[in-house]
């Protein structure tokens, strides 16, 4: 275990030393994000009106969700360029098992998104987001949005390890984060839309750690959740979800990282 965790950490501050010497990467995962808050923050707010409720308060979980399911094209294109540049190759001549490898990998990618997280509070508390709710609520808010974060970077390390191509990556993390986010109660309430697909909203496992993280941050609203059985108490169930994702990818992207590296 010992030895585990010195690899992993030399291996994340490898990670991390590329990051620093690499500052458009830096910069372009923290601006998207922050341009999303500005532009959604005003664009949406001015058309979409909550009864007694402020829309960038219903907005900004929905935002962090968003930004952590980008970890999957993230960590998927990273896995596929490690691939492509013979780093694995690299890795495989060195005393080092296939765990740390990985562990590193989908780590430094979720910093990155946390640090994304910060800057975007900071927007979001200046166009008048506020949390009501006490501080270790919202600290669990934050945590089960970062264990989110974690399982959909195992799931772009597995896709990367499959796919290997970023021609083919791109398209299909794409196919994963857009239904996911859009087909939810992330950006808007879900009591206006049609029946049917009200349905396939709140049956979104991602509408459910939404629902969570807006009741942990004390922003929740009765209109995301109207009639809604799947996110009535959404606390235990989203972290279900996202336990069980990481729990179930990293052992896959570990076997198809051994895969790739034995071929």
């Not at 970077?153 to 196919?175: K, Q």
């Not at 009535?232 to 076997?255: C, F, G, K, Q, Y």
Request: net charge positive; aromatic share 8%.
């Amino acid at each position: 275990m010992i030895e585990l965790m010195n690899d992993s950490r030399a291996l994340l501050g490898r990670h991390i030393r590329h990051l620093v010497r690499m500052p458009e990467k830096l910069i372009s995962m923290t601006v998207m994000p922050v341009a999303y808050v500005a532009v959604f923050g005003v664009l949406f707010g001015s058309a979409i009106s909550l009864p007694g409720a402020e829309y960038h308060d219903y907005l900004m979980a929905g935002i962090f969700a968003q930004t952590m399911l980008m970890n999957v094209s993230g960590t998927g294109l990273g896995v596929a360029d490690d691939l492509n540049n013979g780093l694995v190759d690299r890795f495989r001549s060195l005393p080092i098992t296939s765990t740390p490898v990985m562990i590193a990998r989908t780590t430094s990618n979720v910093l990155l998104t946390v640090l994304s997280s910060i800057a975007m509070s900071v927007v979001g508390f200046a166009i008048g987001w506020r949390t009501e709710a006490g501080p270790l609520s919202v600290l669990g808010g934050f945590g089960l949005l970062l264990l989110l974060g974690i399982g959909m970077a195992w799931l772009g390390a597995w896709l990367g390890l499959v796919l290997r191509s970023p021609e083919v990556i791109n398209p299909v993390t794409f196919m994963v984060i857009m239904p996911l986010t859009f087909l939810s109660n992330a950006f808007i309430p879900l009591n206006g839309l049609p029946s049917w697909l009200r349905t396939i909203c709140q049956w979104n496992p991602l509408s459910v750690v939404v629902a969570a993280c807006r009741k942990l941050f004390g922003n929740d609203i009765a209109t995301s959740q109207a009639g809604a059985l799947v996110v009535r108490n959404p606390e235990p169930r989203a972290l279900l979800l996202t336990v069980a994702l990481s729990a179930i990818m990293a052992p896959l992207a570990v076997r198809a990282y051994r895969k790739a590296a034995a071929g």
